[in-house]
């Protein structure tokens, strides 16, 4: 089943909001991870870092898992790990 606009920002709502520079290293982070942060813009969203799906790099560009905001990583690296760019 495809989910409308509406239904995908009524689970996301700040999924067509612009893109927010974020430093990786100044996020909180969550769980045991040393990828997953703590969504700066809501109380309960989670940052998890994407990957290429074929060269599995890390991608500067994520949203997230609450609220859909999408945001690009500045950072150099993230735990010791290049950027695919
Ligand atoms: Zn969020």
Redesign the pocket.
Known sequence: MELSREQLLRMYP?LENPPVAVKHTELKRTGSSAYRSE?P??PE?VLLVRRDQKTMLLLREDN?I??G?HVVYTDDSIAEESFSS
């Open positions: 700040k969504c813009f809501c969203g997230c609450g609220c905001q």
